[in-house]
């Protein structure tokens, strides 16, 4: 690989520029902003045409723009507040301009008879199109017929901005960056084929950095803000291409490390099939069968099993455990909460006693000594499978023989620490084989960009006799009627969940309100059995609860959102949430996916707390309209945007400067391809993008 130049833009610092002093850089710094590559690639936000004048006819409301006349009237109103009224006419047409505050000076300026030039958003006011507080400079009779003096030769850039830089310094910092730019050679090397940009008809990259700084003025707007101008696609296609490619080297450097080959006689996993009441769907049956081929192979699994809520991923991690067991290695099973955690030990004792099998618990709460016996127990080699949450990977924990690492996911793990149990392996040369299980399903091009390291598959198919659930929204001024609804179905010798959520993050404040709610609940239901689980219960209580709930010894849980994942009573076949309205689509889908589980009809209420936003109403109908876990995240995306949905929002990972995965979909199949041909023929340039974009403190560099 060549080395880079010492001169690229990346590594000259911002104080070259001049006019940057301490001060500024520091200021710089809080934007990730260190050197004249990174101001290249601070992009604006949107754009101003102050490049032409726009006859006051052609304004439309919301238009930005720059007109120019004369001043025929003008009028002080006294009305709720003072105001300064002037009309402007231009010859083809009249337009209000409206000022709070103004001086004498400002009057004298703006006295009729004289010619202004106005810059400013255009807005519809109670008698005609107005301009409130306009930029203005008068105009001197005889510049008339100039029509270019004073005016912007390129669209005026308007960038995302941090207290103390205002805009002229942007327009400074960029216009000396950009002279950096066109001087040095090697500044930002083009490292895309020629050929690709041809056929896809995207500038370079000196050229699309150019115009996305100053967009020449025949130059949209319109596609500016949009994204879809070719200078902006090509950035985001750049980007994407450096992302992929660390994904794929990541992946090509796991393929390079020894991982414990797994092979049994698959006789536990017979066992296992033949206990169960009913059979595997075919969808468990094809990913369990790609899950054991990789096992087979002597570099690590790395794989991502999607399935929606309620789709057996549960049954598909103890095949895969029972395979790696059988061939004498350990497993790690880990959930993102206890609660989660704890019904995977329930499930897996349940499955794997019979057996023969000693399953192991940890959790962060597990001290003292039990907690030696079982790293002793884990160590030696001895346990064949542990469940537990995140104290998995606490560096005290030790493995004899781990080949295998299962992350029941959800979403609630950072990606990043899907790495975290890969030291822990089978002799210190090897890798486990690791598996992912999440309940998000991500659409196809999303994943491609997001996963690209993993291979996924996909169980698209629920177990035979699920009805799909009935849902509907109710206001919460029918809460007696939802109440003697639930009290209606237990009476009927069904169950039910009563789902409170409450924005503040605080566990404490939610048991309140759930105990709360709980008490209520006991007083209007005097006759049912009622339980309640939170996160602040002991783990014994909540465990305790949960049982007699799944053994139908309570009607009606009482519930935080805890419940969220994972929690398994078929007949349970009513589900309240409460104020549905503060939670993700994503989270409503698998709260719901909670009833649903047996054969009879279910049914879900969101009480909502009135007036809804616009966008409330909008994600409780998509609730009401689909139980399809894949239209629910498509539309969570459109509605939230991939950081959110992906859950990497607050890690910081798959944040992209400029790209946006939804925005930029259609870019990912070329991207696909560039990215294999750029690695066969110019892995240089692949390992320049790379650092260019990704830099390399990056979990994909040595993932
Ligand atoms: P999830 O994919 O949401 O984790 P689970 O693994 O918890 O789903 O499975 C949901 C329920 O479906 C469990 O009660 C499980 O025993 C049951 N189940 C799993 N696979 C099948 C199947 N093939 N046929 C019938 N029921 C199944
Ligand atoms: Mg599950």
Redesign the pocket.
């Known amino acids: 690989m060549s080395r880079q130049h010492p001169d690229t833009l990346d590594q000259v610092p911002l104080q070259s520029l001049g006019g940057v002093g301490p001060r500024t850089a520091e200021r710089l710094a809080k934007l990730g902003i260190h050197s004249v590559q990174d101001i290249l690639l601070h992009l604006p936000l949107r754009y101003q045409d102050r490049t032409r004048l726009t006859p006051v006819r052609d304004l439309r409301e919301g238009d930005q723009a720059v007109v120019e006349g004369e001043i025929i009237d003008a009028d002080i109103r006294v009305g709720r507040r003072r105001s300064l009224l002037l009309a402007l006419a231009d010859g083809s047409g009249q337009l209000t301009l409206r000022f709070f505050h103004f001086s004498t000076a400002q009057r004298q300026t703006l006295a009729i008879g004289n010619r202004v030039r106005c810059f400013g958003e255009v807005r519809q006011g109670p008698n005609s199109l107005e301009m409130v507080h306009p930029e203005y400079r008068a105009i001197a009779e005889e510049t008339e017929g100039d029509g270019d003096f004073g005016m912007e030769e390129s669209l005026t850039p308007i960038y995302p901005t941090t207290e103390g830089i205002h805009q002229i310094a942007w327009r400074n910092l960029t216009e000396r960056a950009l002279e950096v730019l066109k001087k040095s050679a090697w500044g930002m090397r083009e490292l895309l084929p020629a050929e690709l940009l041809d056929e896809m008809a995207l500038p370079t990259l000196g050229e699309a950095i150019r115009i996305l700084h100053r967009p020449p003025p025949d130059t949209s707007l319109q596609s500016m803000s949009d994204g879809d101008h070719p200078a902006f696609r090509r950035l985001a296609f750049e980007e994407l291409l450096a992302h992929q490619i660390g994904l794929r080297l990541s992946r090509k450097r796991r393929r390079g490390h020894q991982a414990p080959v797994v092979h049994a006689q698959g006789s536990l996993r017979q066992a296992l099939r033949a206990a169960l009441p009913f059979d595997l769907t075919q969808a468990q049956q094809r990913v369990i069968a790609e899950i054991l081929a990789d096992l087979r192979q002597d570099h690590p699994m790395m794989r991502l099993a999607q399935g929606d809520v309620g789709s057996g991923?549960?049954l598909v991690a103890a095949a895969a455990a029972l395979e790696a067991i059988e061939a004498g290695y350990q497993v790690a099973l880990m959930a993102p909460t206890e609660l989660?955690a704890e019904q995977h030990l329930r499930n897996f004792r349940h499955w794997l006693t019979p057996l023969g099998i000693e399953v192991g618990w940890l959790a962060s709460r597990t001290k003292g000594k039990e907690r030696e016996a079982i790293l002793a127990h884990l160590e030696a080699g001895e346990l064949p499978l542990i469940i537990g949450t995140h104290a998995l990977f606490q560096s005290d924990v030790e493995f004899g023989n781990l080949g295998l690492v299962i992350v029941?996911e959800?979403h609630r793990f950072g990606v990043h620490q899907r790495m975290a149990l890969r030291d822990k392996g089978a002799g210190a040369q090897r890798v486990p084989h690791q598996l992912i299980?999440t309940?998000t399903p991500i659409p196809r091009t999303l994943a491609m960009s997001a996963y690209a390291d993993l291979d996924l598959s996909v169980i698209n198919e629920l177990p035979p006799g699920r009805t799909p659930v009935t849902t509907v929204a109710l206001s919460d001024s029918r809460r007696d009627e939802v109440i003697e609804r639930v009290r209606a179905a237990c009476v009927e010798g069904r169950q039910a969940y009563w789902v409170c959520t409450l924005i503040e993050e605080s566990e404490a404040l939610q048991a309140q309100a759930a105990e709360e709610t709980c008490r209520q609940l006991q007083e209007g239901l005097p006759d049912l059995r009622i339980g309640l689980v939170h996160g602040r219960l002991k783990p014994a209580d909540k465990e305790q609860t949960m049982r007699a709930f799944q053994e139908g010894e309570l009607d009606l849980l009482v519930a935080t959102t805890v419940i969220e994942?994972?929690v398994d009573v078929p007949n349970a076949s009513l589900m309240i949430i409460e104020n549905p309205e503060r939670l993700g689509l994503a989270q409503l889908h698998q709260l719901r996916g909670r009833v649903g589980r047996g054969g009879q009809l279910s049914h879900c209420v969101l009480m909502y707390h009135p007036p809804l936003s616009q966008n409330g109403r909008e994600r409780l109908n998509v609730m009401r309209q689909t139980n399809d876990g894949f239209v629910i995240a498509r539309k969570d995306l459109e509605i939230r945007g991939p950081g959110e949905v992906l859950g990497t929002r607050q890690t910081g990972e798959m944040q992209f400067r400029i790209a946006d995965l939804m925005r930029d979909q259609a870019l990912m199949p070329e991207i696909q391809r560039i990215a294999d041909a750029l690695l066969e023929s110019h892995p240089d340039n692949a390992a320049a993008l790379i650092g260019r974009w990704i830099g390399d403190n990056h979990r994909y560099i040595d993932a």
């Open positions: 991923k549960t989660l029941d959800q299980m309940a994942v994972g």
